[in-house]
């Protein structure tokens, strides 16, 4: 803050900030991310981890895009002000705090901040869900001080695992994951809650024939169930959502047992193959994934008998 002419006071610039990108996170943070989806590919989110030791305090500022603040260790306190709302919050391993895009947020670490993860949802992406999954034509997402949340909690852990562990990543496991924290976020943060409303038929016999086309000859590293809705001119909601109706199960759990079917085919063909080298061939990221899968199918199997 500074004095103009005439004594009065003038507030420094609000900085807009993309958390995607580390030249805008180095305007805001006072440390480099330890891990991050910067090139990972992912759609509609990003990750990164931080690990800041020192006292600190933040610039105010706004984003582009949904922010979610997620701890993973335990810490002392901060000052936040979000919106018109200032309170003081204790920092305790996996409590979240929310900042819609747009809305003014401020932070001042008073001592050892430690380990914590930013997530950034893109807004595109709840408001293609929200089209479909609730009445009103604009949802807002409400500011969300820090409080426990199991969900976005194992969501995050999760996301930042398959990170750490699997360079090549899950691309169709990261986008499952992302509607459903999205769908989670609609349901308790929203302005209105949302209210799933199940279609009243599942696709069509001509659209049906057109998604399993695509699953089945699209090469397997190819495939992205993002794709899908905009072939058949539907959002992704309702696209899950009659998916589930006429199949029983979703298009991600669809796509890895025809997955599963295939490698266990070509084991039983080739058995001279590796599980890495038939994971390859079959669409999973290495013999490790295949082998997990495989044996949730067994036990699915064995259940239902």
């Known amino acids: ?12 610039p609000i900085l807009t900030i993309d958390f995607t990108r580390p030249q805008d996170m180095a305007k805001v943070l006072p440390c480099k991310a330890i891990l991050s989806s910067y090139r990972s590919g992912w759609q509609q989110i990003d990750l990164q981890v931080y690990d800041c030791s020192a006292e600190w305090e933040t610039p105010v500022h706004t ?6 603040g997620i701890n993973l260790t335990d810490g002392s306190s901060l000052e936040r002000r979000i ?8 920092v305790l391993t996996g409590e979240c705090a929310l900042v819609p895009e747009g809305v003014e947020h401020w932070c001042a670490f008073l001592a050892n901040r430690g380990r914590f993860m930013i997530l950034e ?10 089209w479909e999954a609730m009445d009103p034509d604009r949802t807002e997402l409400l500011p969300t001080f820090l409080q426990p949340d199991p969900m976005i909690f194992n969501i995050g852990r999760t996301l930042g695992q398959m990170l750490e562990n699997q360079p090549s990543n899950d691309a169709l496991y990261v986008e499952t994951l992302t509607q459903t924290l999205g769908l989670h976020l609609l349901k308790y943060y929203a302005v209105r809650r949302l209210t799933q409303k199940l279609p009243e038929e599942g696709l069509s016999p001509q659209q049906r024939k057109q998604v399993l086309d695509y699953m089945h000859h699209c090469p397997e590293q190819d495939i992205l169930l993002t794709r899908i809705p905009i072939l058949l001119g ?14 029983g199960m979703s298009a991600y759990q669809y796509l890895i047992q025809q997955r599963v079917k295939k490698a266990r085919a070509l084991l039983a063909r080739s058995p001279q193959l590796s599980l890495d080298e038939v994971a390859k061939q079959c669409g999973f990221n290495d013999g490790r994934n295949l082998a997990k899968s ?8 064995t259940e239902a008998v």
């Open 1 to 12: 803050m500074r004095i103009g002419e005439g004594n009065e006071m003038i507030q420094p």
């Open 63 to 68: 984003s582009t895009h949904h922010l979610l």
């Open 83 to 90: 919106g018109d709302q200032q309170k003081t919050e204790s």
């Open 121 to 130: 949802i893109e807004h595109n992406l709840i408001s293609q869900l929200a």
């Open 234 to 247: 539907m959002s992704q909601y309702r696209f899950n959502q009659c998916f589930q109706h006429s199949m």
């Open 294 to 301: 495989l044996s949730q199918l067994a036990q699915t199997v």
